[in-house]
């Protein structure tokens, strides 16, 4: 079924500890973007990629990255994980940017101790 | 303030209810919008999609934007526990998407 895998499920991490969450789309979409979504907060945005070989900053990029070295995929590292990073993380797709529909993978859910 | 307010709920109602719920938005130039279900533990799937103002129904969902009022809506008619959701209200405008924060919906049977 084609569509968005990320990995993991889920994660519980040291404080500290270096994470990569992987995210692998199916579809050639050439945007995609990684959100997080914590209650009362709704989705927010971390970094986006409009195209293989670019990236952004979104809504709450600081201490995450990015990078997009083939159209497939979009990891999104944790270079020094701290609590405040606890959440549940999305990746998504879209064919155009800022266009048509937002695909979703199930999400990763990171608890940092 | 966010792009976009939504009212968060939760909202409670029983089965065979018209359900309305509403967003808010603050830049006019919004062009797409769309509303999206989330079950618990899962992903945002697009429930409905529209591009500029008016209605759009597809079975027992309407989606309405009033762009006049910067106003969106869904309705949902003769609701059922399998619409037991969180809605997400999004808008997008050039390069990016911009999200409500949901609102938490149960059908009691």
């Known amino acids: 079924i084609a569509g968005i895998t990320q990995a993991p499920t889920s994660q519980i991490l040291a404080a500290g500890r270096r994470m990569t969450l992987r995210c692998t789309q199916d579809?050639?979409?050439?945007?995609m973007y990684w959100y997080r979504q914590d209650l009362g907060l709704g989705l927010r945005l971390i970094h986006y990629?409009?195209?293989?070989?670019?990236?952004g900053k979104g809504e709450v990029p600081d201490g995450y990255s990015v990078s997009r070295a083939n159209t497939d995929d979009f990891p999104l590292t944790l270079a020094s994980a701290v609590p405040s990073q606890t959440s549940v993380y999305f990746c998504?797709?879209?064919?155009?940017?800022?266009?048509?529909?937002?695909?979703f993978g199930e999400g990763s859910r990171l608890t940092v101790l | 303030q966010k792009e976009v307010e939504q009212d968060p709920g939760p909202l409670s109602v029983p089965e065979g209810a018209i359900v309305s719920l509403n967003c808010t938005y603050s830049?006019?130039?919004?062009?797409?919008f769309m509303w999206y279900r989330q079950y618990s533990r899962k992903g945002p799937e697009l429930l409905m999609y529209?591009?500029?103002?008016g209605n759009k129904e597809d079975g027992r969902f309407t989606a309405q934007v009033d762009k006049s009022s910067k106003y969106i809506s869904l309705f949902i008619r003769d609701s059922q526990p399998s619409d037991s959701a969180t809605y997400l209200c999004?808008?997008?405008?050039?390069?990016?998407?911009?999200f409500g924060t949901g609102t938490s919906l149960t059908v009691i049977p």
């Open positions: 998504a797709s879209s064919g155009l940017a800022g266009q048509g529909e937002l695909f």
């Open positions: 579809m050639r979409h050439n945007a």
């Open positions: 990629s409009n195209t293989a070989g670019t990236t």
């Open positions: 830049n006019s130039a919004f062009q797409y």
């Open positions: 529209t591009y500029s103002s």
């Open positions: 999004a808008q997008s405008m050039g390069n990016q998407f911009y």
